[in-house]
């Protein structure tokens, strides 16, 4: 579905990925852990070419999507972020109504009939798991619903385009515990039909929903498997260290 080959980015000087080939697996949904600073966002960031807009980055490797080259001349950027869908710490709805954000990627990329988009955004928000609490206000503003419902009519305009990969930047530490839970459980649901990624520096989030982990340190990736075996039987003395609280 997505691997990296050798994968090295810099900014500047600095190199903040240092080669990294990893494999992600299609259904399955993948934690990207490790200390601050140790490139998590950055491979994230990378998957759908969000570092274009940093400067001064700069990358070499590859990464394969659906056999493209990601990186390569031919990829068209609209389709890229249509496929691979982000998703970050803090709720960004924009500020129109809940539906005409569900809808918004729909209209910008097709002509669609209205009862085709209204049937597409009531299934988006209803995969998001925040249907039953939108649907008597859809043309209320999304920017006055709670943090948790905000994120949640994000990953409803995200799914609304139908992406095959989903990426997580740190998606709950902005919210509560109890809009948390409902984040982790949708996301439970998704990784049925999407890839996910998830950034996070919850390690007892990235145990209880991740099917596989990868521990990131300083730029390389140290260890990486299925989350209850990186976690019980970790094969590497840093990974050991970082689970049990020794650094980070
Ligand atoms: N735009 C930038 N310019 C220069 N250096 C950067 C830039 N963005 C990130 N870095 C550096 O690259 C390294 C990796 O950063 P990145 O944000 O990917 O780490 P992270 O593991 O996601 O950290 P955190 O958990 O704190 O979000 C860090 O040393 C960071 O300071």
Excluded at 110 to 139: G, M
């Amino acid at each position: 579905m997505l691997t990296t080959e050798n994968l090295h980015l810099y900014y500047g000087q600095k190199e903040a990925l240092k080669g990294i080939d990893l494999a992600f697996e299609a259904q399955t949904m993948t934690a990207l852990v490790g200390p601050s600073g140790c490139g998590k966002s950055t491979l994230l960031r990378c998957f759908n070419r969000m570092n274009d807009q940093v400067s001064n980055a700069k990358i070499t490797g590859s990464i394969w999507f659906d056999r493209e080259n990601v990186n390569g001349p031919a990829i068209s950027l609209v389709t890229l972020r249509q496929k691979i869908g982000m998703v970050f710490q803090q709720p960004n709805p924009f500020p129109f109504s809940v539906y005409d954000n569900v809808a918004y990627g729909l209209r910008l990329a097709h002509s669609l009939p209205k009862a085709v988009i209204d049937e597409r955004v009531e299934t988006a928000l209803k995969q998001a798991a925040v249907w039953d609490e939108v649907k008597d206000h859809l043309t209320e503003n999304a920017m006055g619903f709670s943090g948790g419902q905000q994120q949640r009519i994000c990953i409803a305009r995200l799914l609304a385009v139908l992406p095959k990969v989903i990426l997580l930047d740190e998606p709950t530490s902005a919210l509560d515990p109890i809009s948390s839970a409902k984040i982790e459980a949708t996301l439970m649901q998704l990784k049925r039909d999407y890839t996910i990624i998830i950034v996070t520096h919850n390690l007892q989030q990235a145990a209880r929903i991740s099917d596989r982990t990868v521990f990131m340190l300083d730029g390389n990736v140290i260890e990486s498997g299925p989350t209850q075996t990186l976690f019980m039987t970790p094969e590497n003395q840093q990974t050991s260290d970082y689970l049990n609280g020794k650094f980070g």
